[in-house]
Every structure is written in structure tokens, then in C-alpha cells.
């Protein structure tokens, strides 16, 4: 696949925090007078070979020592917004951390107000939505409160998720604040199987309720999982280049995202934390396409599952439904070279 060779996005796995490039991070720590443990940018980018997701979020949670104002939140927003719409996102649903914040006494206004600002000005034509997540190793009673202040807070929310430190920390530690925010109305998402086990995976689904798997892609290692998986088109917003990147798998040609499409699976492609993980939901698709050698049937379906599993209405899907065709038109009329 060539540039706007791949499709029309839905990105539907995207953590705000992780969107923060390492130019922006220096740029916002000078305006800040933020000290930084870096000497220059080429310092910081060493620091980004990782082995697991622990070693990622030590370096993703001290990045945001550099997000201190609202106007840093909606720098960061409007900067990834940007360059989602030039990779063709159409629809975004943004996972923003507030407790990541809260811990280091950024009020949660701050947060809200910088990203659903830059989100209220997305690029013209691409649609938004927030989704705050809890992070699963600090103590549901925490989340419990910082789920009262969002719903107060006077900002739209799509719906809330689970990240954050996964073995350990299984996702029926949140039933009750999954319980409330059903109860408000929100819909609901949860990181699971990306190093925890496909067990957490069962128990998002049975005790959390979710709609949506975030990773999922350890949900493989139980076939009666998978076969439940599959009959409820479950979504699974699979995220190669972070797998690769968090060595969940070991190189992108080991990936089991073809697996997982003949198992009947209903994954989509997503970026997770793009300036961390070397690309964009454009570089995913790119990247799977050519190292997984996928068909444009393969593509289509991709793309298709992430409109299905967006929390959008019937007009808007419909509107994405049709970009997605018109792309895929395009693509079996255009000349192979
Ligand atoms: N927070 C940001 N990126 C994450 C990931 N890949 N898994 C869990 N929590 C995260
Ligand atoms: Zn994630």
C-alpha cells in the first residue's frame, strides 16, 4: 500500500497522552519551564525501546510532567488531530487518563477543557468523541470518584475505559464503576488480553459488560472464547504496531491479526499510542498490509469492523459505511503496479 492507498478511518484506540511527540514534549517543557531528565530530543528518543508495557508507561506517565495547563491539552489534541486527518481519520473516540493527571494536581478541569476544546474544533468533517479511562492498577474507590466528577463535569463523554498495568489487576476489580457508568448512560470499553490472560478477557464481557475489547489479541488461547468472540461480533481494536513495539508479539510477521480474521473475529486496526509505537491507524494499516501481504478484501473488512464498532448513530455510520465503499471502488478500478 502506498500513501492514501489505505482506508478511510475509524480510530477507535488511541490514547491522547500517547499521541505527545517527543518534539511537542520538549517544545511544552520549555514554554513551561518544565525540567526535563532529558539533554535533547535524541536522549528522549533513546529511551523508547521497550520491553514490555510497564517499561512503555513508566516513560508515558513521566511524559506528562509536560501537560500542566489547558492550553497543553488542547496543543496535544489539535496536533493529533491534525495528523489524523491527514492520514484520513473520519471518526476518532479519544482515551484521555485523567487520574494520570489528577495524581500529579492538574485539576480535571484542565484535562476536560483542553481536550474537549481542541476536540469540539476537529478538523471539518471528522467526527469525535471522549472516553476517559481508569487506570486498573490504582484503587477502583479512586475511579469510583473520579467517575462522579466526570459525569458533573460539563463536557460531552462518549463512555469510559480500562488501561494501564494489565497482570494483576483483573478487570472484575471495576465492576461497580462499570455498574454506575452503565447507569449514566455511558458506553463501555476495557483494555484486555494484551499481556493479561484471555481470562480477563471472559471476565471484561461477563462482569464489566463491555461492548468492545481494547487488544484482545491473547483472547486466541481459549478456542471456546474465541468461538463466543465470534458468534456475538464482539469488536477487538487490535493495535499491531504497539504489540510489536510491547513485545506481546515478536515481530509484525508474527502478528495473529490474520488469525484472528479467519477465526471470524471482529477486529479493527488502531494505533494505541502512535508517537510512542512508530505510527499513526495510516502506518497500521500500512504496515500490516505489506508485511501480512493482506488482500483488499482483508483491508475492506478491517475498516468495516471499525465502522460497525464505533459508537455513532445511524446516519453517521451510514455516512462512513459509504466512504469505506467509495474507497474500496476506488481501489479494485485503480491500476496494479
Ligand atoms: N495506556 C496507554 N497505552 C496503553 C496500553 N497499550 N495498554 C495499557 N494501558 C495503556
Ligand atoms: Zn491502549
Redesign the pocket.
Known amino acids: 500500500m502506498s500513501a492514501q492507498d489505505t482506508p478511510p478511518a475509524v480510530e477507535l484506540h488511541v ?1 491522547v ?2 499521541t505527545l511527540e517527543p518534539e511537542l514534549i520538549l517544545e511544552l517543557a520549555d514554554r513551561g519551564g518544565v525540567a526535563l531528565p532529558y539533554v535533547d530530543l535524541d536522549d528522549l528518543r533513546a529511551r523508547y525501546a521497550f520491553t514490555d ?1 510497564g517499561h ?2 513508566e516513560l ?1 506517565y513521566a511524559n506528562m510532567a509536560v501537560l500542566r495547563t489547558a492550553e497543553d491539552f488542547a496543543a496535544m489534541t489539535t496536533a493529533y488531530l491534525d495528523r489524523a486527518a491527514a492520514g484520513g481519520v473520519r471518526h476518532v473516540e479519544l ?1 484521555v ?1 485523567p487520574q494520570a493527571h489528577l495524581a500529579r494536581g492538574v485539576p480535571l478541569a484542565a484535562v476536560l477543557e483542553g481536550v474537549s476544546g481542541a476536540l469540539a474544533a476537529a478538523p471539518a468533517g471528522m467526527t469525535t468523541g471522549l472516553v476517559p ?1 481508569f487506570l486498573r492498577d490504582r484503587p477502583a474507590a479512586e475511579a469510583l470518584e473520579v467517575l462522579d466528577a466526570l459525569v458533573r463535569a460539563d463536557v460531552p463523554l462518549l463512555g469510559i475505559g480500562l ?4 497482570v494483576g489487576h483483573p478487570p472484575a476489580d471495576f465492576a461497580e464503576v462499570y455498574a454506575r457508568a452503565r447507569a449514566e448512560g455511558l458506553h463501555l470499553v476495557a ?1 484486555a488480553g ?1 499481556e493479561g490472560p484471555a481470562a480477563y478477557v471472559t471476565e471484561a464481557l461477563d462482569v464489566l459488560g463491555v461492548e468492545r475489547v ?2 484482545g489479541i491473547r483472547s486466541l488461547e481459549d478456542p471456546a472464547l474465541v468461538r463466543r468472540l465470534a458468534e456475538a461480533a464482539v469488536p477487538l481494536t487490535v ?1 499491531p504496531l ?1 504489540n510489536v513495539r ?1 513485545r506481546a508479539v515478536d515481530t509484525l510477521a508474527d502478528h495473529p491479526l490474520v488469525a484472528m480474521l479467519d477465526a471470524g473475529l471482529a477486529v479493527s486496526v488502531h494505533s ?2 502512535p508517537a510512542y509505537f512508530g505510527g499513526y491507524v495510516d502506518d497500521n494499516h500500512r504496515a500490516v498490509a505489506d508485511v501480512l501481504g493482506l488482500s483488499l478484501a482483508q483491508v475492506r473488512t478491517l475498516a468495516d469492523n471499525a465502522v460497525e464498532a464505533a459508537f455513532v448513530d445511524d446516519t453517521r455510520r451510514a455516512e462512513l459505511r459509504a466512504e469505506v465503499a467509495t474507497w474500496a471502488a476506488a481501489q479494485e478500478s485503480a491500476p496494479t503496479s
Open positions: 490514547h497522552e500517547g508495557l512503555f508507561l508515558y482515551f487518563d479511562c488501561d494501564s498495568a494489565e483494555h494484551e481494547d487488544h493495535c504497539s510491547l494505541d499510542d
